[in-house]
């Protein structure tokens, strides 16, 4: 049985994708294992709040969401660490 | 050894625990503000009594030898002891957050003062131990380094009580033991803390 992912797991997975593998929106599909409706609306919602950024090239990660993502990384292993769920 | 030393290396150990003690709060608030889990503001809210228990018990305990006060370093203790015991409850009820409701602390004189003894420090060790059982669980289960520097920091405050309650029992000598145990500990959060804040 796959394991439940939270909403913050699976925003962790979309930014993650961005930063490590550019935006296009294929290869965010494919790393945060989304499908295609469900991952445009978690964009919108990361552009909404100033994460991302839709450039000529997809999608890239603001200051802020770089910055959130790297908090978000720590905040995981300290929960890991821990024995909690993200 | 002279009551002097004894006394300076106690307030030193506590004081350094307690600062290893805020900072790990301060980073569960952050992956709380982050993340507005309950289970990280109950760790937060923890790690923060844990390290006022020891802050006030340095303190007071160096007012005590300043002012020639001596009934402060039993306040000191009881302080340290009332607040550990809820730091201990918080971290346990960090894994059961929905169910847990704390209330504020009273202030120390409606609490019966409790001198350093046998008895705390085993109420102290049996909350300290449950903790390490669920930790070294969650360490054996799937195991990370930074599981396992979680899991040493807890054994090793585990058996700083230990040894304290053996010195407080009959073996004076453990003292020293105690809070090299204690420290440990805190090194231990400090190492993981380091280990998460490294960029990269």
Same mark, same amino acid.
């Not at chain 2, 150990?13 to 709060?25: D, E, G, Q, Y």
């Not at chain 2, 070294?136 to 289960?141: A, E, I, P, S």
């Given at each position: 049985m796959k394991p439940?992912?939270?909403?913050?797991?699976?925003i962790m997975d979309i930014l993650e994708a961005i930063s490590l593998h550019g935006g296009?929106?294929?290869?965010?599909?494919?790393?945060?294992?989304?499908?295609?409706d469900r991952?445009?609306?978690?964009?919108?919602?990361?552009?909404?709040?100033?994460?991302v950024e839709e450039g000529a090239d997809g999608y890239a990660l603001t200051e802020r969401g770089y910055k959130f993502l790297q908090e978000l990384k720590r905040a995981e292993r300290l929960a890991e660490a821990f024995g909690f769920r993200l | 050894m002279p009551l002097r030393v004894i006394l300076g290396y106690d307030i030193v150990?506590?004081?350094?625990?307690? #600062?290893?003690?805020?900072?790990? =709060?301060? &980073? *569960?608030y952050r992956a709380y503000s982050v993340t507005k889990k309950k289970s990280f503001l109950?760790?937060?809210?923890?790690?923060?009594?844990?390290?006022?228990?020891?802050?006030?018990?340095?303190?007071?305990?160096?007012?005590?030898?300043?002012?020639r006060i001596f009934h402060l370093t039993t306040t000191g203790y009881t302080l340290y002891f009332?607040?550990?015991?809820? #730091?201990?409850?918080?971290?346990? =009820?960090? &894994? *059961?957050?929905?169910?847990?409701?704390f209330s504020e602390t009273s202030i120390p004189s409606l609490l019966p003062l409790i001198g350093f003894g046998a008895l705390p420090e085993g109420i102290l060790l049996t909350l300290a131990g449950a903790i390490t059982i669920q930790?070294?669980?969650?360490?054996?289960?799937?195991r990370s380094v930074d599981k396992l520097l979680i899991f040493m920091a807890f054994a090793f405050i585990f058996f700083g009580h230990l040894f304290f309650m053996l010195q407080a029992i009959r073996f004076a000598g453990f003292l020293i033991l105690g809070h090299i145990f204690r420290f440990l500990g805190f090194a231990s959060f400090l190492a993981f803390i380091l280990r998460v804040v490294k960029p990269g």
């Open positions: 439940y992912r939270s909403r913050l797991k699976i296009k929106i294929s290869t965010i599909l494919t790393y945060a294992n989304l499908s295609h991952c445009v609306k978690y964009l919108e919602e990361l552009l909404e709040k100033g994460l | 150990m506590s004081f350094v625990s307690s #600062a290893a003690a805020f900072i790990i =709060s301060y &980073y *569960a109950l760790l937060q809210l923890g790690f923060t009594f844990a390290g006022f228990g020891l802050l006030l018990d340095s303190i007071l305990l160096s007012a005590a030898i300043l002012s009332a607040l550990t015991v809820i #730091a201990y409850v918080l971290v346990l =009820s960090s &894994y *059961a957050v929905d169910k847990f409701e930790l070294g669980l969650n360490f054996f289960l799937n």
